[in-house]
């Protein structure tokens, strides 16, 4: 199975709406500002999360990954279907001017467990353990 390794910032993203979110809805789009060329995996892949100045904490599934599209926040059927209502709502507000970032593409999650793991104890796909935290991804082996 691919599996890649990637951060989210704790003032962009609370990890719990997400995880709220997928337990009464069968997806959830997060968006994310790096590219990433979908075709290169096979699907369903694993992503560990990284939160921001600390540590992996939580693995999901993703089924897809797809162009990023503001119709994902501001179409009213369809946002409520793929985005936690407190994201709709910081998207509507602005909050942290997130409609501002330059996001690139959505992974569509279909499970986020909890996996506190040290992110440097993760090997890259060549082998190499993981020395810094991912700025975008990083292809990483199933620990």
């Not at 959505?106 to 020395?131: A, Q, R, S």
Request: with cysteine.
């Amino acid at each position: 199975m691919d599996v890649i390794l990637f951060s989210a910032r704790p003032t962009l993203v609370d990890v719990n709406d997400a995880i709220n979110h997928l337990s009464n809805h069968e997806e959830l789009y997060w968006e994310v500002g790096f590219r990433i060329i979908p075709n290169q995996f096979h699907y369903p892949l694993l992503g560990y999360i990284h939160i921001c100045s600390r540590q992996v904490e939580y693995v999901a599934t993703i089924k897809a990954i797809i162009p990023f599209r503001k119709s994902h926040y501001e179409d009213k059927n369809l946002s409520i279907r793929v985005k936690p209502a407190k994201w709709l709502k910081d998207w509507k507000e602005n909050k942290n001017h997130i409609r501002d970032y330059p996001w690139k593409y959505e992974l569509v999650m279909t499970n986020i467990d909890l996996f506190p793991c040290n992110t440097y104890k993760f090997k890259k796909y060549n082998g190499d353990l993981v020395k810094n935290a991912p700025r975008n991804y990083t292809r990483v082996l199933q620990p």
